[in-house]
């Protein structure tokens, strides 16, 4: 909701705080690098990235889905 109405920050720090809770929602993820990518943050997104492809492996040994690959993938082209 945050994001249609231009709170791309808030709606970042909202995301950030379900990672805490749960750290393996893979979506809210892909938020925040969405709303990082909107931001021209590519640096950032770079990070949150990896920070997702790391504890997806560490802790259910998956790699990121599909979704998650488009969204990284938008900053290398």
Partial sequence: MR????????????Y???LGIDD???SL???IMACQFQ???H??????????RA???AALNVAPSPETEAIYSRIRN
Wanted: net charge positive; hydrophobic share 35%.
């Fill in 16 to 18: 950030e705080a379900g």
């Fill in 55 to 57: 504890r997806l492996a």
């Fill in 39 to 41: 931001l021209g943050r």
């Fill in 24 to 26: 393996l929602v893979e």
């Fill in 3 to 14: 994001e249609q109405r231009g709170e791309t920050e808030k709606a970042m720090a909202w």
């Fill in 43 to 52: 640096a950032d997104l770079v990070r949150t990235y990896q920070r997702c």
């Fill in 29 to 31: 993820y892909q938020r």
